[in-house]
């Protein structure tokens, strides 16, 4: 059974720094399409950061400089780190994953999902 456990969210003030972490289990990740999401109260979710289907890191606007996303295939997990942090980044961070189709930061329809980690940003 595939199994997305994200982990890494907490609370820092505004210009701080967070890692997070997507634990990938029952599939080897790389074969997969996987893309950081996130999710504010009030607002859609949005795609923040994945690889491409070329292996080319893509980024949303809103963070582009400022996360970088990268992956240890050992470990299967995929990884966000975010600096620069801004109030407007506090969100419910999520990673999803899906077998087959296009991958780019745009997409959003997924076949698996984790359960999030929460990320609160204070001015």
């Known amino acids: 059974q595939v199994q997305l456990v994200e982990s890494g969210g907490g609370s820092v003030q505004a210009g701080g720094s967070l890692r997070l972490s997507c634990a990938a289990s029952?599939?080897?990740?790389?074969?997969?399409?996987m893309v950081w999401f996130r999710q504010a109260p009030g607002k859609e979710r949005e795609g923040v950061a994945t690889?491409?289907?070329?292996?080319?890191?893509m980024y949303a606007d809103s963070v582009k400089g400022r996360f970088t996303i990268s992956k240890d295939s050992a470990k299967n997990t995929l990884y966000l780190q975010m600096n620069g942090l801004k109030p407007e980044d506090t969100a419910m961070y999520y990673c999803?994953?899906?077998?087959?189709?296009?991958?780019?930061?745009?997409?959003?329809?997924?076949?698996?999902w984790g359960q999030g980690t929460q990320v609160t940003v204070s001015s």
């Open positions: 690889f491409n289907n070329d292996g080319r890191s």
């Open positions: 999803a994953a899906d077998p087959v189709g296009l991958c780019w930061v745009g997409r959003t329809a997924f076949k698996y």
């Open positions: 029952g599939y080897t990740y790389r074969t997969y399409c």
